[in-house]
């Protein structure tokens, strides 16, 4: 029930509702599966089941988990769980903005589909480092960060 490992305790259950739906909707938000999420974690990556079993709050994850997880869906800590509101994260717009740029959203007239696949098309090939930054092709996202 709880990752080797595992530092992270909730001192309440309102804390871990709040990560657990932030979580979900944000993956959601990106149009990635959970299994799609999940190759998305650097090496070694988890089971490709792991992120729904975190979603549906069977497994407890490390903190070096939350933050790669925050850095894939680009969103912070406290926003993830809880600590600060911030609706521009459930916004495909503004997801649009920060991922792919306002200039390719306006190339395509703010359509909704098409910003959702570009995005997630973004992500996937684009790849991500740990500072959040875009790699450049060929190069993949380690653990080491």
Do not use: H
Request: proline share 4%.
């Amino acid at each position: 029930m709880k990752e080797r490992g595992s530092n992270m305790n909730w001192n309440s259950a309102q804390p871990e509702k709040q990560f657990l739906k932030r979580l979900r909707a944000r993956r959601q938000l990106l149009g990635f599966t959970q299994a799609e999420a999940t190759k998305l974690l650097p090496k070694p990556a988890p089971k490709y089941w792991w992120i729904g079993r975190v979603e549906n709050g069977e497994v407890k994850i490390t903190t070096k988990r939350l933050i790669q997880m925050c850095r894939i869906l680009r969103v912070t800590p406290n926003w993830l769980l809880g600590f600060e509101d911030d609706d521009r994260y459930l916004d495909l717009r503004e997801a649009g903005i920060q991922i792919i740029g306002q200039d390719e959203c306006e190339r395509y007239d703010w359509d909704e589909a098409v910003i959702a696949v570009l995005i997630k098309a973004k992500l996937i090939n684009g790849g991500i480092n740990y500072d959040g930054q875009e790699l450049p092709r060929g190069i993949e996202a380690t653990s080491e960060a």
